[in-house]
């Protein structure tokens, strides 16, 4: 089961990701590249749109690993997209946290060894449930 401290935990990185990003966005204005900042601040929101569709999985410890999952994607500078429709009323198990958190790692892993700069999975649940990679 996931902690206060786990949540504080994610907190601090989504403040150290937001920070970075706001130096980035505050780069591009200084050198007169309005554009860049905002063609940057489209590509957070679309992340943040995808990230917030975990919120529609009812199992509060799925979201957390997903959300861990979402922040470590996010400081390798990865953009990460996760389908999660149809899923609201899984039931998983200690098993299924761990696979999906394994399963979420390596294709993490994967991209950074790559270079790949986003990576597209979706969550799919029949009986057991399955992380992969689409496209």
Do not use: P, W
Not at 44 to 68: C, G, P, W
Not at 72 to 83: H, M, Q, S, V
């Amino acid at each position: 089961m996931f902690t206060e401290k786990d949540m504080i935990d994610i907190l601090k990185g989504y403040r150290h990701i937001y920070l970075n990003d706001l130096q980035v966005i505050m780069g591009y204005i200084q050198l007169g590249r309005q554009d860049a900042a905002i063609e940057y601040i489209k590509k957070i929101s679309r992340l943040m749109e995808a990230e917030s569709r975990i919120s529609h999985i009812s199992d509060y410890r799925m979201q957390y690993v997903l959300i861990k999952g979402y922040n470590r994607a996010k400081e390798n500078f990865i953009g990460l997209d996760i389908d999660v429709d149809g899923l609201s009323d899984m039931v998983c198990t200690d098993e299924d946290y761990s696979q999906i958190e394994n399963q979420l790692n390596g294709y993490i892993d994967d991209a950074v060894a790559n270079g790949y700069e986003e990576l597209h999975l979706r969550l799919l649940f029949n009986g057991k449930v399955m992380l992969e990679r689409v496209g």
